[in-house]
């Protein structure tokens, strides 16, 4: 009696819905806490919307955001927050640029050698 043995799936052919599925919950946290929030807030920009009251208040139009625009502290506010941004990323994305370079080529007596096995 012969027997047969079914045929495999080429590698790397996958379950076609494993990559979305493992995306799905990062996707889901990420419209609920971060776009869900932003696209409220900008709405709220168009009402005078108060944490003390429920709702969202009377409707306010471009006003909230004309007197935004037009403060010198909200102007200042963010050229601080601009000039934070880029003295504290700048440094630290160079510093672990080097810090993850240096154990691989950066050798001292005490750094072991690698093996070459195979």
Wanted: zero cysteines; proline letters at 8%.
């Amino acid at each position: 009696m012969a027997t047969t043995t079914a045929p495999t799936k080429a590698p790397g052919r996958g379950d076609r819905w494993a990559g979305p599925g493992m995306l799905l919950p990062f996707a889901l946290f990420y419209l609920v806490f971060l776009v869900g929030p932003l696209i409220y807030t900008v709405i709220a920009g168009f009402f005078d919307a108060s944490l003390l009251k429920k709702g969202l208040g009377d409707f306010a139009g471009l006003s909230n955001y004309t007197a935004v625009l037009g403060d010198d502290e909200f102007w200042r506010t963010l050229k601080n927050t601009l000039w934070f941004t880029v003295l504290t990323t700048v440094p630290l994305v160079l510093l672990s640029l080097v810090l993850s370079y240096s154990p691989t080529r950066i050798r001292t007596p005490s750094t072991p050698r690698p093996s070459r096995s195979a």
